[in-house]
Nanobody, 124 residues
Framework: QVQLVESGGGSVQSGGSLRLSCAASGYTYNGYCMGWFRQAPGKGREGVAQIDRDGRTTYADSVKGRFTISQDNAKNTLYLQMNSLKPEDTAMYYC??????????????????WGQGTQVTVSS
């Protein structure tokens, strides 16, 4: 059974940084893709970044140059380093995993497993 547990969310001022973590257990697939999504109040879930087993990454245009997705395979942990945070980055952030290789796009319906989310609030 796959379990994803996020941590690291919190409140920060505009321009600040946060690092999110996602501890994964029970997830062992040859086709491997993990990602971060976010959902702001009243909006749909948005793909933020994804990474495959070889470390190839994809980012949403809104976070390119500010966010970095990474992984520690030895610890089965996914990270999202968020720098230069803006109020519009305020959202619940979710870790996700899929049973196949990453697709070109970061799409919610491609993913099979989800964490419970961690809140990120950026004040101006």
């Amino acid at each position: 059974q796959v379990q994803l547990v996020e941590s690291g969310g919190g409140s920060v001022q505009s321009g600040g940084s946060l690092r999110l973590s996602c501890a994964a257990s029970g997830y062992t697939y040859n086709g491997y893709c993990m990602g971060w999504f976010r959902q702001a109040p009243g909006k749909g879930r948005e793909g933020v970044a994804q990474i495959d087993r070889d470390g190839r990454t994809t980012y949403a245009d809104s976070v390119k140059g500010r966010f970095t997705i990474s992984q520690d395979n030895a610890k089965n942990t996914l990270y999202l380093q968020m720098n230069s945070l803006k109020p519009e980055d305020t959202a619940m952030y979710y870790c996700a995993a899929r049973n196949f290789y990453c697709s070109f796009y970061i799409r919610e319906y491609d993913y099979n497993y989800w964490g419970q989310g961690t809140q990120v609030t950026v004040s101006s």
